[in-house]
C-alpha cells in the first residue's frame, strides 16, 4: 500500500500486538523471551541490510498511531441470550465450550445480553456451535478481518475513540476493541472492506500524525 513508512522503534507490547494481529515478519511467541530478559531486538530488511531497521526495546517513543495490522480468516460468533441479564458464571460456561476444543478468541465484546467473540480456528466450528445452540440464539459471520491499530495510544486521551470512528465513517464496523491495551485498539470488518479500511485509517490518522 502507497504512503508506507518504516517505524524506527516500537517496544515489546507494540511489537507482540502487531506479530499476533498480522505481522508475518515477527513471530508472535519470539517477542515474549526477549522482553522477560530485557532483549533488545532489530528487525532487517534483507533487501535493504545497510538501512538501521527497526528497534524493539522496552522504551516506547512517542505517542499515538504508530502501524496497522491486518488479520484474515476471521469468523465472528455471537450469543444472545436472556439468561445472561444479571447473571454470574454465563461467559464461564461459554469460554469453557471454546477450552474443550482448544480454540483460542481473539476478540470479545459483551452487553447485558449478548456476547461476541472472534476466532481463526475453525475446524471445529460446528461442534462448538452446536454446544453454543444450549445457550440461546448464535449468529455467525465468515470471511471477516481484524484491523490493529497499535502505538502507544493513552486510554485517557478524549476524543481519541471519536477520532477512530470518524475516520471509519461508512464501513460497517462488527465489533471494537478499545481499552483493554493502551497499545491496542482492534475493530472488526468484513474482509471485503479490509483494504478501504487500511486506506482510511492510512488517510485520516497516521497521515495526520495522531
Known amino acids: 500500500m502507497e504512503n508506507t513508512k518504516k517505524i524506527d522503534q516500537l517496544s515489546f507490547y507494540e511489537a507482540a500486538e502487531l506479530a499476533y494481529f498480522g505481522a508475518k515478519i515477527l513471530h508472535p511467541q519470539t517477542v515474549f523471551p526477549a522482553r522477560v530478559k530485557n532483549i533488545p531486538v532489530r528487525l532487517k530488511n534483507t533487501m535493504n541490510p545497510s538501512d538501521s531497521g527497526t528497534l524493539i526495546t522496552s522504551e516506547s517513543t512517542g505517542t499515538g498511531i504508530k502501524a496497522v495490522a491486518a488479520k484474515d480468516g476471521i469468523t465472528a460468533i455471537k450469543i444472545r441470550s436472556d439468561r445472561m441479564l444479571m447473571a454470574y458464571g454465563f461467559l464461564k460456561k461459554v469460554f469453557q465450550v471454546f477450552e474443550s476444543y482448544k480454540t483460542p478468541i481473539d476478540m470479545i465484546t459483551t452487553s447485558e445480553v449478548a456476547v461476541s467473540l472472534t476466532i481463526d480456528k475453525t475446524e471445529n466450528l460446528k461442534k462448538?456451535?452446536?454446544?453454543?445452540?444450549?445457550?440461546?440464539?448464535?449468529?455467525?459471520?465468515?470471511n471477516m478481518t481484524i484491523i490493529c491499530i497499535v502505538g502507544d495510544i493513552l486510554v485517557e486521551e478524549k476524543g481519541f475513540a471519536s477520532k477512530v470512528f470518524h475516520a471509519l465513517d461508512g464501513i460497517p464496523i462488527r465489533m471494537i476493541s478499545y481499552g483493554g491495551s493502551r497499545y491496542n485498539i482492534s475493530v472488526l470488518v468484513p474482509k471485503v472492506h479490509k483494504e478501504h479500511t487500511l486506506r482510511a485509517i492510512s488517510r485520516n490518522l497516521l497521515d495526520n500524525g495522531n
Open 128 to 142: 462448538i456451535l452446536r454446544e453454543l445452540d444450549e445457550f440461546g440464539t448464535v449468529q455467525v459471520d465468515r
